[in-house]
């Protein structure tokens, strides 16, 4: 009797070691991701090198009681490894007045991308407050290679276009301008000076592009310097029009 027991109770003590390995087991099985579901925003798939693979972007962690909607990217490209980026603030939905003038190559509200003949750029817009954004992101990838080549508080992001015809883009930013006295008489209002900047992304840098600053600025609006000015008075039309210097 004693020995039929004795029997019995290792047998059981046997099951209770296996049924506590395999929940072991499904315990480790279980991925250990950063970008687990509830912190992954989205997730975009898309040849960005042109070597025929697949490249995920994927965009996580949620601004904690914050404005926007994300704070980073994460980058796999082919079979190099993932980078990771963070914004200074957070990443939000790209702006609607962008998109009227500039195609997208990917469908998402979140994620700009412009597919060139041997490169891509991927441009990510913070949230704008009232006091403008803190965040204007621009990443390159080329081959296996990721880089951040730009990165400036801008509040309006204008066309990424070929200004000057030399196979590079340009893209056109300013930052809001104030205005503070209507003059109904001339159907217009004055307000601050706030230049448009230019800045050509060339193949190893991007810089801003004096020469086409100025010339845009004076086809478009006024030049009277490259920074933002309160006490520079700008006659801005209410309707479509090339504001001008109110002196």
Known sequence: ???????????????????????????????????????????????????????????????????????????KI???????????DAWDTIDEEFLEKNNNDISSEHVFIKKYSNYSLVILMGWRYGSGREDFTIFKIIGDS?????????????????????????????????????????????GTYSPFHIYSIGNDEVYLDTALTISYNRKYYVFK???????IKILYPRKNGVPTLFE
């Not at 059981?12 to 279980?30: F, G, P, Y």
């Open 78 to 88: 082919s079979n190099s490894k993932a980078v990771i980026f963070e914004a200074n």
């Open 225 to 231: 310097g490259l920074d933002y000015d309160n006490d």
């Open 146 to 190: 990721v880089r951040k080549i730009f990165d400036k508080p801008y509040d309006i992001i204008g066309e990424l276009v070929d200004l000057n015809s030399d196979n590079y883009p340009e893209i056109i930013v300013r930052n809001h301008w104030e205005v503070y006295i209507p003059v109904d008489s001339l159907d217009a209002n004055i």
């Open 1 to 75: 009797m004693r020995s039929s027991l004795f029997i019995l109770l290792i047998l059981l003590s046997a099951c209770n070691s296996n049924i506590s390995t395999s929940k072991q087991e499904r315990l480790s099985d279980v991925p250990n991701s950063k970008n687990t579901q509830s912190n992954l925003i989205d997730m975009l798939i898309t040849d960005l090198n042109f070597d025929d693979l697949n490249d995920t972007l994927e965009l996580s962690v949620s601004p904690s009681g914050d404005p926007g909607l994300f704070r980073e990217i994460l980058f």
